[in-house]
Each structure stands twice: as C-alpha cells, then as structure tokens.
C-alpha cells in the first residue's frame, strides 16, 4: 500500500493491491485489483480549494439541466417535480460555488442568472434562482448535445477546477443527429464531469448511460417524478463533496509489457481501456474524474513477457496523480503489480478472490444487459439462459440490490443455479432500472 497527501488538510489518497502474482512457467497474464481510496479532507479546503470557498475565484461550478421539452407537459406532474427538484438542488449549492440553471429543449436557454456566465451562491443568488425557475415550461423537443455545449461554455467562464454538471431528461435524443450528442460528448470530456438521470420512462437508456461514461459521472433513472427531488438533492451533495479534480491513473509497464484493459468495477463496472493517453514513456494515464471521501476499485489485466520458474518482475507500477495550482503532475498515490514465475501449480492456478469477485460482477452486468435486449428482440431461450445466469452470479456474489431488480423480471425457482423462468408481464419501470443499473457491483469482502 502507498500513500502520500501533500498537506495535513487536503483528502489522503491509499492505493492498496490485490492479486496473485504467482504465474506458471511461461505464463503472460498478470490480473490485479486496485483499491483506491481517499479520506480525510476538507469541503473548504483542499487541493482544489474546496467545493466551498467563498471569496475570491471559486473552488467548483456546477450547471443543471432541465428538460423542458413538450412530453414533460405529460402528464404536468413531472415540470412541477423538475422545478421543485431543481430548487432542492439550488438549496444544496453551497456559498462561494459559481452556478447555472440550463432549460433544454431542441434548443438551450440559460435560465439562470441569465447573462450567459455563472453566479456566484449565497442566499440572495439561490433565491433569485428560485424565482427563475417559474420560466422552466415545457414545449419543443430534445437536443441533448446542445444542451451540453451550453453547459460547456457557461462552465468555461469560471476559472474553477471542480466543473460539475446534472442534466435529467424524460424523453429520446431526437432533434440532433446522433453525431452531435458523440461530437459533443468528446469535446466536453476533461473539461467536466456530469451526473445523467432519466425520468419516467420514455427515455433511451443507452443515451443517458453514454453521457454519464463520457463525462464520468452516475447515471440512474427516476421512474416517478416524486423522487426527483431527493435525487437532485443527493446529487448535488455529492457533487460538493468533490474535493480533487481531474485525477488520473496512470499505469507504468516495463519493456515488452502493456496493458490488456484497465476497468473501473467498483461502485459500478466502467471501462476505461479507451480512455489511455499516452504521458511518457510505457506510461498511460486512465480519466477518473473527481474525487471527494470515497474508494473505488479497479481491474487491471497486463500482458508481460514470457519467463522462467523463479524469475521475477515489476509487472506494473500504478499512480493516481492530479495538477498542482501551475498545471504540474501531482501524485497521489502508488501501488505495485508483481509477477513470479513458479512450477508449483496449486499456486499458479489460484484466483485472487478480488479478481474472481470482480471478473463475477463485470459478468453479471454483461449478462444482464444481454439478457434484455434478447427478451426485446424476441428470442426467450436465450433472455431466459443469460438471465439465469445474471441471478447465479448476483446470487453467488451476495449483490442483493441486483438480484432484488432481477426477481422483478424473472421468476427464480434456484438462484444458487440460476433456474428461471421469465415473467409473461414486466413494467417498464422495472425492466429499464434494470437495465439502467446492471453495472452497479457489491464491494467485495474482505
């Protein structure tokens, strides 16, 4: 385990590694599961200058995004939870933190303060923000990228380092070319993160997962617009909490290794292989987004070099790094990837329990969303196998929240064999928060 903080005051990162680093004679395949977690910082101060600087160029900005478009007027009650779920929110902004309201429609308007940059949160800013909410009304249609790219600009006139966005949507992308959501989507990534959420029903859950991936934040569905609320108020609360911007994972391989993928699996399964640039020599760095008191786990795989029993080698040095106040790398900190070669093999063949876990968990979400989408095109034998086998693994790993959602779309005779049988009738609440939250995993025990 590594550890390192630049002051007493600012979050404390630990980078623990978990593997077996035993491979058999000739082996190339090093798996590790890296834990990362960071704890005991400060909302005011810290190495972004808190969420909650007051005074001076704030620490973090934040712009919500409201769908106005015509369907939110069906039935009325989901305006009137987006505008009390937006006001909740507002009151959760802390003082100092530069923000925006967006109405999103086939166009974007900034509602909020109105004068194409960012105000500034106190208690007469929140109010004046409350009031303006009565212009969120809905009409028109959907542009999601377009509503993005006003964040984008709006976030651009703050010289902050932590740039958060929300956006809730109850409707399809379908006044922008899919191109543009994709364009936009990699000019914004880096620039801020952004929580998704879709409400009601009518929405496309692939596009509101594809906006959370791209800007590294959550994505989740609200299936009654009672809950908005609650759920905008969370997220903004959590988005306070965020102390450490734009951290990065860089992997380190020696000569004539490199990496086979870099996933993050914990609190949900997100690939971040796509995601390397290159910063150095045999270095990648992976994004990670923002960071407050939390852990989150990663699945590394590396290819290394073929060798004999009893040679050994550093097979992968892991760092989480961030830029001081001058742009400059700062790390965080450091764990170590290991592989010996050896002839005994009961101890070549043993799997780390984290990375059984995990590789368990990244299956599952797999062979849920593979299951519903062969339940929509018709083909029941085989919705009905790829189920099973999700209930099997949500069974056998103790994820009770999935196998909970699981129970809502099949009947389980035997979960510890995955015996199920579909259900003749599934809400389309049920099968979409499924769906929406198949890549959420259980921590593993330890």
Known sequence: MAEQSTSPAEPRFSVDVYQNEFLPEGGTEVNAIVTVAASGGSARAGLAGGAGTSGGSPGAAVVIMVDCSGSMRYPMVKMDSAREATAAAIGAVRDGVAFAVVAGTHRATEVYPGDGGLATAGPTTRAAAREALAALKPGGGTAIGTWLSLADRLLATSDARLRHGILVTDGRNEHEEPERLRQTLAECAGRFTCDARGVGTDWAVAEVRQVAAALLGSADIVAEPAGLAADFTAMMEAAMGKEVPDVELRLWTPAGAGPLFVKQV??????????????????????????????????????????????????????????????????????????????DTAVSTRMSPQVAHYTGQAELAEAIQDGLELRKSGDLYGATAKLGRAVQLAHRSGNAATARLLAKVVEVDDAANGTVRLKATVSDADEMTLETRSTKTVRVKR
Not at 288 to 306: F, K
Not at 319 to 331: N, V
């Open 266 to 343: 914990a609190p949900a399964v997100e690939d971040l292989t796509h995601r390397r640039t290159e910063t150095g020599p045999r270095v990648g760095a992976y994004p990670t987004g923002s960071w407050g008191e939390e852990s989150r786990d990663y699945h590394i795989s590396v290819r290394v070099p073929a060798a004999e029993v009893g040679q050994e080698m550093l097979a992968g040095r892991v760092t989480l790094t961030t830029s001081d106040d001058e742009g400059l790398p700062l790390a965080l900190g450091q764990g170590l990837i290991r592989a010996v070669w050896t002839d």
